[in-house]
């Protein structure tokens, strides 16, 4: 998919748009989930000298591998560790890897339990029971830090299984810091979301792109605005690119792209459909409650 819409690297963005949880990975799952419409959007946004990163629960290895295939600046991985080894690390962080491993130890010694290999900043488990994945609950997910006293510790109960990693990526200020060591400073942040999980994130981006049935408790941070549009993440990052591309010259390229490119006969359906290439309605909250609003201006990048 990346050879067919020719990912290409951008040098020196002037706005970096990141990607969360299940816009580029299947819910729930290790595996890279990039559709057409996606795929076009990524490399749109390369035309436009726009900048990506990924940010995701999905391990480091997985996300630094779809970071490399399509060119994207950076891949922050499992809910706030960078893709990539770094050697500067907090005191915070080093605190939180050393009760990871203990947890690690503990969880191991539960033989009903399969863990996750190949994760670097956090731990994820579930039971298989009847020949499916069944997740560790939160209330003896609790029960187990508070007994093991890992304090540094967070969980996060999925469909499939449970997250369990640094509790400070939680904070609007974990996550500036994570996003800071792989973005350019000072280069404005604009977020597409896909699922509940890239809350944390939000609380960082001033600019927020959302699906209509995801995050809806989030009440935007003061100067935040969220708009909402479509339904799978795949779409919602499709129709952010409509407002981010700076000229309609980019935006009749982009929907040429959409309607050229041919997908790969062993793609799955439903990853190869083509959203309508023209102006979606928006629905923008600035505040608590929300209020429909005209369509944005879109804003300014220079293109290269």
């Known amino acids: 998919m990346a050879a067919a819409v020719g990912a290409a690297p951008v040098q020196h963005p002037e706005r970096i748009v990141v990607l969360g949880d299940r816009v580029l990975f299947d819910e729930g799952t290790e595996l890279a989930s990039v559709s057409l419409a996606a795929a076009i959007a990524l490399r749109a946004l390369q035309l436009a000298g726009v900048g990506?990163?990924?940010?995701?629960?999905?391990?480091?290895?997985?996300?630094?591998?779809?970071?490399?295939?399509?060119?994207?600046?950076?891949?922050v991985a499992e809910y706030g560790g960078p893709a990539t080894p770094t050697s500067e690390r907090s005191e915070g962080e080093r605190r939180a890897e050393e009760q990871l491993s203990s947890l690690r130890t503990a969880l191991r010694a539960d033989t009903q339990l399969v863990l996750a290999p190949n994760r670097l900043h956090s731990v994820r488990a579930c039971r298989v029971v009847e020949g499916r994945a069944v997740p560790i609950g939160g209330p003896e997910g609790r029960e187990l830090l508070e007994r093991l006293r890992l304090t540094d510790v967070a969980l996060r109960v999925t469909p499939?299984?449970?997250d369990f990693f640094?509790?400070?990526a939680t904070r609007a200020t974990r996550q500036s810091s994570a996003l800071g060591c792989v973005v350019p400073p000072g280069v404005p942040l604009v977020v597409v979301a896909g699922s509940a999980a890239d809350e944390w994130t939000l609380k960082a981006v001033p600019l927020v792109?959302?699906?209509?049935?995801v995050l809806r408790a989030h009440r935007p941070e003061r100067g935040q605005r969220l708009t909402r549009m479509g339904r799978l993440p795949s779409e919602v990052l499709w129709f952010a690119v409509w407002h981010l591309l700076p000229s309609t010259q980019l935006r009749q390229q982009a929907a040429e792209m959409l309607a050229s490119v041919q997908c790969?006969?062993?793609?799955?359906e439903p990853?190869?459909?083509?959203?309508?290439?023209?102006?979606?309605?928006?629905?923008?909250i600035?505040?608590?409650?929300?209020?429909?609003?005209s369509s944005p201006v879109p804003m300014s990048v220079k293109v290269r």
């Open 264 to 268: 790969p006969d062993w793609i799955p």
């Open 209 to 213: 792109f959302a699906p209509l049935g």
């Open 52 to 75: 990506v990163v990924l940010a995701t629960g999905a391990s480091a290895p997985k996300v630094q591998s779809v970071v490399q295939r399509f060119a994207l600046m950076a891949g």
């Open 286 to 293: 600035g505040r608590l409650d929300p209020t429909p609003v």
């Open 271 to 284: 990853l190869c459909r083509r959203p309508a290439p023209a102006e979606p309605r928006w629905l923008q």
């Open 166 to 168: 640094a509790s400070d």
């Open 160 to 162: 499939l299984h449970t």
